[in-house]
């Protein structure tokens, strides 16, 4: 039997749209991060618009969340950032750094989609500190530390040249981005060959940057999105140690094949835990919210043992 890398929480789905006080269609892809004595959960929910604002829960265990009452983040008001929001914020990552917890997350708007920054100390106020890309891009994880006295990201921009593939950008001051490089390109005839971005954001890792990802196969019935794993150098992480062969998660339970968009598995978020494992979250099906974990030294041996080329 196939190994399986995830194991899947079996109270799956943690998290439906009946679980939210106030009107949503969808409750998926979620960013999360330890906070105090906590797991903050930051969840995106279609309305019946089918425009997307960003909701808020709360869990002691990392699996049972409690929403709270009003949503956390919807599209500016504020001059400066209106424009680009006017149709949604999706997709939130979650990073702590330096002291305060930074969200990425995707504005649409019609002039395109583009990456928020905003931080937050306390999980009740955010501040929004400037879009950092140009239209289009989405999906960017920051890593939660500065690496020869930079900050460093995982973006993906699109492009009608190359399949969409994941880049590393720098910046002195999370403002501003540059020095970017291709890091990873969705492989030929392969589960990823369509397309590829960043998922939760990296995760340290005595073997490298753990990388979580997600990737795309277009099939006569549609796209269906997976999760892959690949591992970067610590001190040079646009320097890709190994992308695993595999795929690590694919749809299977009934709510991640069918749905709002079916055969759908999507990562925003995943959390370390000092036991050597990690908690992964995943939209199913962009309608709920599922759970698994896996032994973090497993998947980052994935990725040494089994490679494929990652350009
Ligand atoms: C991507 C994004 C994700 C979504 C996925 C599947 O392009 O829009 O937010 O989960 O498609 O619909």
């Not at 395109?112 to 891009?137: E, N, P, S, Y």
């Amino acid at each position: 039997m196939k190994k399986e890398y995830i194991k899947r929480y079996e109270g799956n789905p943690i998290l439906t749209k009946d679980d939210v006080p106030y009107p949503v269609e969808t409750v998926h892809n979620a960013g999360v991060s330890r906070f105090e004595d906590r797991y903050i959960m930051l969840f995106r929910s279609h309305l019946a618009t089918g425009r997307s604002i960003i909701g808020l829960a709360e869990s002691s265990d990392g699996f049972n969340f409690k929403v709270a009452g009003e949503p956390f983040i919807t599209p500016a008001a504020e001059q400066q950032f209106a424009p680009y929001e006017e149709y949604g914020v999706e997709d939130p990552r979650i990073t702590h750094l330096e002291g305060d917890y930074y969200i990425t997350y995707s504005a649409y708007s019609r002039h395109g989609v583009r990456i928020g920054l905003a931080k937050t100390k306390d999980f009740k106020t955010i501040k929004r500190i400037a879009f950092i890309t140009q239209a289009d891009h989405r999906n960017v994880a920051l890593f939660p530390e500065k690496i020869n006295g930079r900050f460093l990201r995982l973006d993906r921009p699109h492009s009608h040249i190359i399949p969409w593939s994941i880049w590393i950008s720098c910046s002195p001051d999370l403002r501003h981005w540059g020095d970017s490089r291709i890091a990873i390109r969705p492989w030929q005839y392969h589960w990823d060959e369509m397309k590829i971005g960043p998922g939760a954001p990296p995760i340290k890792t005595d073997k490298g940057w753990l990388n979580i990802y997600h990737g795309c196969f277009q099939t006569m019935a549609g796209t269906v999105y997976r999760l892959g794993a690949a591992l970067h150098k610590i001190d040079e992480p646009e320097t890709v140690l190994g992308v695993a062969d595999r795929w690590i998660l694919e749809p299977q339970d009934e709510w991640e094949r069918i749905g709002y968009v079916p055969n759908v598995v999507f990562t925003c978020g995943a959390v370390p835990e000092d036991n050597g494992t990690v908690k992964i979250y995943w939209g199913a099906a962009d309608t709920v919210i599922c759970a698994g974990t896996a032994v973090i030294d497993e998947l980052a041996e994935l990725c040494l043992s089994d490679p494929r080329p990652a350009l």
